[in-house]
């Protein structure tokens, strides 16, 4: 099983953090929360449900994870301003291990630069983002292409975790 | 003087709002808040400022008015949503009239596609959505562009309002 950084601010998602954190815990990979300042809560933007950073993004590596997945909500918008964290996804994008990202995750994705010629889905606000960062938007559920997994929004979860957790299998 | 339509949502960065709205009507201008809903209320995403909605989107006309003011915050993350909203602000880019752009506000005018070629400012998550529109981004307190006022963050309030209401005052 494998170690999975999770990169989260303030504002995420609630749900869209809650259920993959479940499922991926269910399957025995061990979750790392990786955020702007270690020991910080952030919180979510509907049900302000509370997660601890275990790591801030200055201290840790791609080396040290398996796989790295970026929840939504407002978290990408927060964290894309952070030059320590557009690294950290860069450098994930670049490594091959899986990216999985839902709803606003592309925006960070669009910051590091690592869309270019890539299919992805994503919110419907990012979309003219997503196109015109050279990357190709898919209307779809989920959406895969090499190392990177993304969907658009909540109702699609089940098929996300689904393909997520296949995609993490296969490491 | 003039009528300036406000174009906002949920989430608006308070300050953004409240001092060009208070600065535009001690000169006289009349104030008309363009939303989603008429008659709904939205709030600031710090201090719960609550605006009412005069107008939906769907129901004004670029020739109603004489100037767009477009406040930041996640306020135009839902904006961008609504065709209807991105018409509205197209139309208006393309009317020549003024229109007033700080933080996060760039977002809508991408998904309008009228960046392209334009010089502009926003708040630094936004800047590479900036570039990838075709724009120019400048990293400067308020940056004129033919109709287009642009400031970063609540630190350009000043700037940005002398800048807005000299605009404004040629019209």
Chains 1, 2 share one sequence.
């Not at 955020?35 to 801030?56: A, F, M, Y």
């Not at 201290?59 to 407002?74: H, K, M, T």
């Not at 990216?99 to 590091?112: E, F, G, K």
Request: glycine share 10%; aromatic share 6%.
């Amino acid at each position: 099983m494998g170690k999975i950084a999770i990169i989260i601010a303030d504002m995420f998602e609630d749900v869209e953090y809650i259920k993959p954190a479940e499922a991926f815990k269910v399957k025995g990979h061990e979750l790392i929360h990786v955020g702007l300042k270690k020991g910080g809560k952030v919180k979510g933007k509907k049900q302000g449900t509370e997660v601890q950073i275990d790591n801030s993004v200055k201290e840790v590596s791609v080396e040290d994870f398996d796989a790295l997945f970026i929840p939504g909500g407002y978290s990408p918008d927060k964290l894309r301003g952070d030059p320590e964290a557009v690294k950290f996804v860069k450098e994930f994008m670049n490594s091959g291990k899986p990216v999985l990202s839902i709803c606003h995750a592309p925006q960070i994705l669009i910051t590091a630069q690592v869309l270019k010629g890539r299919k992805v889905t994503g919110w419907k606000s990012v979309v003219q983002d997503i196109k015109n960062a050279g990357a190709e938007y898919v209307d779809k559920s989920v959406v895969e292409d090499g190392n990177l997994v993304s969907s658009r929004h909540p109702g699609d979860l089940p098929l996300f975790i689904e393909a997520a957790l296949k995609k993490l299998k296969k490491e």
